[in-house]
């Protein structure tokens, strides 16, 4: 049988960052101000929940069990740690447990040559972004024809430990493409490259997330605690996982 030389081309694409799953789709704001379109999905709901490991085994990963239904080790493990009870345990558990992400197709102001970008934001820009789709006042800010755009302000708060991300609809209902942007023609191109959010990130089996959990737990046998509870990761490695992953979602 001949090579299946689109095949190979694809699996060279994804290790060169390259395809449907591809970092550069990722758009995180820069500190300040920005403008952004949401741009509806076919389903109609562009507000996408996943739920994620991180920094298990040097990986982040999709939680088979929050997102899909199926067993999730890491869970299992998880609960096993909270369920012991002890300070350090559930310090353990509260690394390990999946963390819960939002994501929406958008369209960057300024930007518009890149196309149609995913932003990753956390629970509280969630709850911003629903109060303004169910304000009759704004009706569906996702209309191509009389939707609005939205003006983010990102960064830290004097004092703040974590960047915030205020969120505020612009009043002037816009069309998503105006002649500057290439009008109709280059809004039905956009709209046509609305990633499938079922192929962002890759889906792990049960068995490869086994997997996972037992190289994370074949660390440093040498302490009891680690044998009982697997190897602890030092806070500023943890922090340097979830750090460089955060930075990719928009934490």
């Not at 690394?95 to 995913?118: D, N, T, Y």
């Not at 915030?164 to 816009?174: A, Q, S, W, Y």
Request: proline letters at 6%; glycine letters at 10%; charged letters at 30%.
């Amino acid at each position: 049988m001949a090579l299946n030389l689109d095949a190979m081309k694809a699996k060279l694409d994804k290790l060169n960052g390259k395809g449907d799953g591809a970092k550069k789709n990722f758009w995180r704001p820069e500190e300040g101000e920005s403008n952004i379109r949401i741009v509806s999905t076919p389903d109609g709901d562009p507000f996408k929940e996943k739920f994620f490991h991180y920094g298990i085994g040097g990986q982040s990963f999709l939680c088979p069990k929050r997102n899909f239904g199926d067993d999730c080790p890491a869970c299992n493990f998880a609960n096993k740690l909270w369920n012991e009870g002890t300070e350090e345990s559930k310090r353990q558990a509260k690394e390990m447990f999946a963390k819960q992400r939002f994501f929406s197709p958008v369209l960057v102001r300024g930007e518009e040559a890149e196309g149609i970008r995913v932003w990753g934001y956390g629970k509280m820009a969630y709850e911003k972004l629903l109060t303004i789709v169910l304000d009759p006042d704004y009706g569906d800010i996702t209309d191509p024809e009389t939707g609005n755009d939205l003006k983010l302000m990102y960064g830290k708060l004097p004092g703040a430990s974590f960047p915030r991300t205020d969120i505020r609809p612009r009043p002037r209902k816009t069309v998503l493409c105006d002649d500057a942007v290439g009008g109709d023609d280059r809004c039905a191109e956009l709209l046509e490259t609305i990633p499938n959010f079922d192929e962002i990130f890759e889906r792990k089996t049960t068995e490869e997330v086994q997997s996972i959990m037992d190289q994370h737990l074949s660390g440093d046998t040498g302490n009891s605690e680690v044998e009982k509870f697997g190897p602890t990761v030092a806070a500023t490695e943890t922090d340097a996982v979830e750090s460089a992953f955060s930075d990719l979602l928009n934490q």
